[in-house]
């Protein structure tokens, strides 16, 4: 069984930073893309940034230039590097992964910026 587990969520100011993970455990060969979402009270869940086995990363247009998708396949870990931080900024932010042909979601971490 396949499970996504994220972390690295929490309270910052506004401006500050913040690295999210999501690792992927259970028994895997190997994982396809790894797309990060997040969902604000009340609205839709909504695409950040996605990256591919080989690296080659995408970004919403408004994700540009403050966050960051990387990757490391050894350990089977997606990351979000999240600076500059904005109050709009808070929502819950979900990791998916396509392994083995099946889509998986994390369960969720919270971040929250103060102004």
């Known amino acids: 069984q396949v499970q996504l587990v994220e972390s690295g969520g929490g309270l910052v100011q506004a401006g500050g930073s913040l690295r999210l993970s999501c690792a992927a455990n259970g028994s895997i060969f190997s994982i396809n893309t790894m797309t990060w979402y997040r969902q604000a009270p009340g609205k839709q869940r909504e695409f950040i940034a996605a990256i591919l086995a080989g690296g080659s990363s995408y970004y919403a247009d408004s994700m540009k230039g403050r966050f960051a998708i990387s990757r490391d396949n050894a350990k089977n870990t997606v990351y979000l590097q999240m600076n500059s931080l904005k109050p709009e900024d808070t929502a819950v932010y979900y990791c998916?992964?396509?392994?083995?042909?099946?889509?998986?979601w994390g369960q969720g971490t919270q971040v929250t910026v103060s102004s």
């Open positions: 998916n992964a396509v392994i083995h042909g099946g889509a998986y």
